[in-house]
């Protein structure tokens, strides 16, 4: 089992829509976490950073949920220029180390 | 304030040769960290920096490749010899000393590296 799991897509939706990603991880002791966005042949941005209370930013929502060990993203009215491929990272503690997963490739279509 | 900057953006070289990747982290940023990813892969971690010492090594792939952050100010990523399953994308990120900002990592653009 990989240690960040994440549904490869890719996940085509409309203008205006919401969608939703989960990110699954195995290592309980995961302490930290986070949204990073990767456009086609760019390096990975950080979008969010994942708190155990959940949190908000614009049209962007990211929760964890520590007792069946996965993250979420959501996005609310969804714009064309939200089509990249969504990563999500975990921190296994210690010294900054960090999981990356194989992304989530979203499309919106007009 | 610059970002993480990443030289060269390109390397194509033959197997057997030598490439030496460079990476400026943003000014101030103690971490340094050298991730890769091969094609059709996801991004792994190879190593981290912090200041010049290296905090940990054990992403990194086998004893062709070699780190140095003399320094502690920008980073060099070299590997002798190149074999063709080098080929991938070489990321480096930074992050501040301390807090839990240290853990939110800023990539630069990467190196695409092509071993024929």
């Known amino acids: 089992r990989k240690e960040v799991e994440q549904d490869p897509g890719p996940f085509n939706v409309p203008e205006g829509a919401t969608v939703a990603f989960n990110c699954t991880y195995s290592?309980?002791?995961?302490?930290?976490f986070f949204w990073y966005r990767q456009d086609c042949r760019k390096e990975p941005k950080l979008l969010m950073s994942v708190y155990s209370s959940g949190n908000e930013d614009g049209r962007f929502t990211a929760q964890l949920n520590r007792a069946s060990q996965y993250i979420s993203l959501l996005i609310r009215d969804s714009k064309l220029s939200d089509s990249a491929t969504y990563l999500c990272v975990v921190n296994r503690g210690g010294y900054q180390k960090v999981t990356f997963g194989t992304g989530t490739k979203l499309q919106v279509i007009p | 304030e610059a970002g993480v900057t990443q030289f060269p953006s390109h390397s194509v070289i033959e197997k057997g040769q030598t490439v030496t990747l460079r990476c400026d982290p943003i000014s101030g940023h103690d971490n340094l960290y050298w991730y890769r990813r091969v094609m059709g892969k996801e991004i792994k971690f190879l190593l981290h920096?912090?200041?010049?010492?290296?905090?940990?090594e054990s992403g990194m792939p086998n004893n062709r490749f070699l780190a140095e952050r003399t320094g502690g100010t920008y980073s060099t990523l070299k590997v002798q010899p190149a074999e063709l399953e080098d080929s991938g994308v070489y990321f480096c990120?930074?992050?501040?000393?301390?807090?839990?900002?240290?853990?939110?990592?800023?990539f630069g653009p990467g190196t695409r590296l092509t071993v024929t």
């Open positions: 290592n309980s002791a995961s302490q930290s």
């Open positions: 990120a930074s992050s501040q000393v301390s807090g839990f900002s240290s853990y939110e990592q800023y």
């Open positions: 920096f912090v200041k010049e010492s290296k905090q940990d």
